[in-house]
């Protein structure tokens, strides 16, 4: 029983049994019919899931692959892009624009702050000829855990023609992000995060402005070709050879969503966010964002207590408990962990998580109440009770 773990993860996340025994099915032709059918229910669930009328292309690669794929589709070269970062993703989406001669106007707030959608608007105002030809932001900043306001961002654009492009990696099904009805151009997520798959999937959906721009674009690809992925699509297929167990996995996991609901997704999500962060505080602990309500539903970030690294606290948890979360990146990296509470995670989960925070803590001599961190978390479970369904379907 030692190798048994308890994913805490900003991702990859945990699978669910029933997608794990849908990964396993018998290879098929991804030529036939029976992968046509496969795609078509995929593309029709996606749909649902991304709130959108446009297709969902189904990308075999990693979430950045989709970022990049975004950017090398729609943005030619020496045309100019404002990247508004707060944290590392939102960094990378910088990095892939300059590797393929795209201008970046960087617009960087502080590790767990939000975007502000005023200070974006003035900037669009104050560009009367409308060199941005797009705005590259992140839904969920996985790094900070930062849930980024998405529709007022949109609302901030205004009658600015610009494109704005949302990383959804870790953000689709922990928090609302209805595509069309925000007027969003790009969504992008990946399979290992809510979606509650193995890696391996990048999933993107454009709106009719989008799909104009990519007719313009100058950019070169081959393997990430948008124009040429939807061509086939249109015949439920796709150019190059798909990984068709994730797809198996992913139609699991898209009936699992669908019978929890997006509704009861987000309410879950948010559940567990509360839950992470008041047993947290009530072990003494600080965030890194401090505002609840911009706070991420899908991770938290964590000082480590003074004296300690966050290697002493991720071992030892991993070691001692089997209970695995991840370490901060870049600025905030040598002060800080992060708990992932998205995707196949359920209240117990959370818990059990909290209770091995707390021996580890005490096992370091800091200072903790016993019991303290599963009464609070607890203590919001119990005010939610009469609102939620208490058995995790998906």
């Known amino acids: 029983m030692n190798n048994k773990q308890t994913l805490l993860l900003p991702g990859p996340t945990c699978v669910p049994p029933q997608v794990l025994s849908a990964l396993s099915k018998p290879a098929i032709s991804h030529r036939g019919p029976e992968f046509k059918s496969l795609l078509k229910e995929v ?11 446009s297709d ?12 990049e794929a975004a950017i090398v589709n729609l943005i030619s070269p020496g045309e100019k892009v404002l990247a508004v970062t ?13 590797s393929f001669g795209v201008e970046v106007e960087v617009m960087a707030f502080p590790y767990g702050q939000q975007a502000d959608p005023k200070i974006i608007a003035n900037r669009l105002e104050a560009d009367k000829e409308h060199q941005i030809k797009a705005i590259l932001v992140q839904h969920n900043e996985t790094s900070t855990g930062v849930l980024n306001d998405i529709q007022a961002i949109s609302k901030a654009r205004g009658d600015h023609p610009a494109l704005l492009i949302v990383d959804s990696i870790s953000g689709m099904i922990t928090a609302d992000l209805p595509m069309d009805e925000w007027n969003l151009d790009v969504v992008i997520t990946g399979s290992q995060k809510a ?7 990048a999933l993107i959906a454009l709106s009719e402005r989008a799909w104009q721009a990519a007719e313009k674009c100058k950019n070169q690809c081959f393997y990430l070709d948008l124009k040429k992925a939807r061509e086939w699509a249109a015949t439920d297929q796709t150019p190059f050879t798909p990984a068709v167990p994730l797809l198996y996995g992913l139609k699991e996991s898209i009936n699992l969503i669908q019978k929890e609901t997006l509704a009861g997704c987000f309410k879950r999500h948010s559940i567990l966010r509360d839950m992470v962060r008041a047993g947290v505080r009530a072990l003494g602990l600080k965030l890194l964002v401090e505002d609840d ?13 003074e004296g300690l690294k966050p ?7 991993r070691e001692k408990f089997g209970v695995i979360i ?5 600025q905030i990296k040598d002060k800080t962990f992060r708990i992932g509470h998205l995707g196949y995670v359920n209240y117990s989960d959370i818990l059990a998580g909290l209770s091995a925070l707390e021996v580890v803590l005490a096992d370091y001599g800091i200072p903790v109440k016993t019991g303290a961190a ?3 978390a607890n203590d919001i479970l119990r005010s939610k009770k009469n609102k939620i369904n208490l058995n995790l379907v998906s």
């Open 195 to 201: 979606m509650m798959l193995p890696p391996g999937l």
């Open 326 to 330: 991840a370490g901060g990146q870049r």
């Open 293 to 305: 309500k911009i706070a991420s539903p899908g991770v938290t970030t964590v000082y480590v207590p």
């Open 374 to 376: 599963v009464a609070a």
């Open 311 to 317: 290697s002493d606290i991720i071992d030892s948890l």
């Open 43 to 53: 593309n029709d669930g996606l749909k649902n899931i991304f709130q959108t009328n």
């Open 86 to 98: 707060i944290g590392v993703f939102g960094e990378r989406f910088v990095e892939i624009c300059r």
């Open 56 to 67: 969902v292309i189904v990308l075999t690669a990693s979430g950045t692959a989709g970022m």
